[in-house]
């Protein structure tokens, strides 16, 4: 079976231009090299810290940015070389909710034509089906069909994003880009997105890419989990295995820095020393090894390969 | 011995240009903090926990015109002190922590002329020897070469570095009480370890009490003493932190507890909590949370639960648990 969207060796490297000709002078490695699959009505969680890479993977999956070397593949298919109406459907196939629904939705407009811009964008539809589309669809969110007439500002952050998920499901996408899709919501509201989020992906099949630094909301959502630290997917696997029994030492300290849900809940006491370093000038060999608290020679020099089997990117496995 | 801080049935309420229309922002709010414990302020957005912390300090924006109840902090009470002596206790007595580093930091000014002013202003150090305890400073929040850093300006740190010198600003006095207002929101995972693993440390140090101010219920769980959990204005349950997360008595605490998502069992639904959160403006009558309580009984509808429990420590805003 084909995977839903399989990325090989994907790189999206940004140059950095100086000087009047704009010369390029060294490149931002945002993505670099990194290799995923996500199958038909999964959840891939991404997490890592800014600047690991994750909303420029998120941009290159909904085809915002084109990469720079390696392939995106969607039902099997190579994107680049799609032709004119094979990327209109790779587009329509993928959609995306935001992180912040008060920046999201255009507040000029009413709720209903948010909805179904997407569908008058992509279809040609008469008004009774439309109708009929957006009541469904309002339906499936949970808001009412009279919040169609409304405009964004009468409803609260909660139902906003019930707005932005419902415009993302115009179009019948088979993948959804959720890019912190709860972080600017309260607290007591989140849960209620979460679920929310669950059921459609149970009713309607819906593949997720779900992107979060809040490790307990991704470990919850996921099937799989990808660890990024610099552009490279660090550690890939099953969800539970990454949240309880992690391998790489930097996903073993990015949950260990989570943090308890009860005072009583005791983690392995690892801090890290130092931050992130600039992706302009990464460290050579592994990425992470002027923080790793397990680092060894080779680390410095040899870049460690993410092979097949245990998926870690890390000289310690070899 | 007295508590470092105790509030008693204080409040505020904003009150708009006419008067027409009040906004109880914080309403009849007590609570207890011993020095050196950790109090966590928790509640959502609009419940009230900023304005309380700004409350301590008397740093009210012009709107808040109506203040009532007692602030004690070492048992003189914040509220009948003249503007100059708040002047003199807040950065020495009192410190804040603000949520964006950014906007606490002058970008015109050096890093150590920003760290040293509080030494200069409220102990009238030299300069020569303010700059270098804010080398020292700086070296206690655990910046790298302290002494090239000094020189630096604020656009040259990363988020974490700001955040750790607008800490060591904090603690320049050695003030007996710090207040974090969200201070690791805007940080990294392991930054934001590293930076409460400092917290700590400078507490355990200096005997610092601490009061944070969060919605994150897990900073609650590794840092605090006791927790102190708002609605829409009110105090609805304080009490020790243990206690609050295993036996929570108010529905409000107990539906937060279990909206987050675990580790441990993952693959369950979360139990959401209905509704939304109140318009403070035009709050439900009686109890704020009744519309979204799933033990809501008719009494709750028409009044307002008095705090109830106040013996052990573990106190409670509601009719059907606090009866």
């Avoid at chain 2, 605490?253 to 580790?263: D, E, Y």
């Amino acid at each position: 079976m084909t995977a839903l969207l399989e990325a090989v060796d994907l790189f999206k490297h940004f140059p950095v231009r100086r000087g009047v000709f704009g010369k390029a002078h060294g490149a931002v490695r945002a993505v670099d090299g990194i290799s995923f699959t996500i199958e038909k009505g999964k959840t891939l969680g991404v997490v890592g810290e800014s600047g690991c890479g994750k909303t420029t993977t998120a941009k290159l999956v909904l085809g915002l940015e084109d990469p720079t070397g390696g392939a995106l593949r969607f039902n099997g298919e190579d994107v680049a070389s799609l032709d004119a109406a094979g990327r209109r459907r790779y587009r329509r196939g993928i959609q995306a909710v935001f992180q912040d629904p008060y920046a999201s939705l255009n507040p000029r407009m009413r709720v209903g034509e948010i909805i179904m811009e997407p569908l008058i964008t992509h279809e040609r539809h008469d008004t009774p089906e439309l109708k009929r589309r957006l009541e469904r669809l309002l339906d499936l969110v949970g808001l009412p069909a009279r919040a169609a007439a409304l405009f964004p500002h009468e409803f609260s952050g909660g139902q906003r994003q019930r707005i932005a998920i419902a415009r993302s499901l115009a179009l019948s996408p088979s993948l959804v880009v959720l890019d912190e899709p709860v972080s600017a919501l309260d607290v007591s509201i989140r849960a209620q997105i979460l679920n929310l989020l669950r059921d459609l992906q149970a009713e309607l099949g819906l593949a997720y890419l779900f992107i979060a630094h809040d490790l307990a909301a991704v470990a919850h959502m996921s099937h799989t989990i990808a660890v990024m630290y610099l552009g490279r997917v660090v550690e890939l696997g099953d969800a539970n295995t990454v949240a309880t029994a992690a391998r790489h030492p930097y996903t073993r300290a990015l949950f260990a820095a989570a943090l308890p849900s009860h005072p009583d809940e005791k983690r392995e006491e690892i801090v890290l020393a130092g931050e992130v370093p600039s992706p302009l000038n990464p460290p050579a060999g592994c990425h992470f090894h002027p923080r790793c608290p397990s680092v060894m020679e080779r680390c410095r020099g040899e870049e460690p390969k993410l092979r097949t089997g245990i998926r870690v990117a890390c000289h310690l496995y070899e | 011995m007295a508590p470092l801080l105790e509030l008693k049935n204080y409040s505020t309420h904003y009150v708009s240009a006419r008067g027409t229309r009040v906004v109880k922002a914080v309403d009849t709010v007590s609570l207890v903090l011993n020095s050196g414990e950790t109090l966590g302020i928790v509640g959502e957005s609009g419940s009230g926990k900023t304005t309380l912390a700004l409350s301590i300090l008397r740093l009210l924006p012009m709107a808040a015109r109506k203040t009532d109840g007692e602030i004690l902090f070492e048992g003189e009470d914040l509220l009948k002190k003249s503007t100059e002596e708040m002047r003199q206790i807040r950065g020495k007595r009192i410190a804040m922590i603000l949520q964006d580093p950014m906007a606490s930091l002058n970008p015109l000014f050096t890093i150590g002329d920003q760290v040293s002013e509080p030494l200069r202003v409220h102990e009238g150090t030299p300069r020569r020897t303010a700059w270098q305890k804010a080398t020292a400073l700086l070296k206690a929040v655990r910046i790298t070469a302290p002494e090239t850093r000094v020189r630096e300006y604020p656009h040259q740190m990363s988020g974490g570095m700001r955040q750790r010198i607008v800490g060591a600003m904090g603690i320049a006095c050695e003030p007996r009480l710090l207040i974090a207002d969200e201070p690791t929101t805007s940080l990294d995972l392991t930054i934001q370890a590293q930076y409460l693993a400092l917290l700590r440390d400078l507490q355990r140090e200096h005997g610092l009490a601490l009061i944070f101010i969060t919605h994150n219920l897990g900073i609650v769980a590794k840092m605090c003493d006791r927790v102190a959990v708002m609605y829409a204005g009110r105090l609805v349950e304080f009490g020790p932190v243990r206690k609050i997360f295993d036996q929570p008595r108010h529905p409000y605490t107990r539906a937060l507890l279990q909206s987050i998502p675990r580790f441990a069992d993952s693959r369950n639904r979360l139990t959401a909590i209905g509704g939304q959160p109140p318009d403070l403006s035009a709050p439900p009558l009686g109890c704020a949370f009744h519309p979204r309580c799933p033990d809501a009984i008719d009494r709750c509808r028409g009044e307002a639960p008095p705090e109830t429990g106040t013996t052990n420590g573990h106190t409670v805003r509601c009719w059907v648990a606090g009866s």
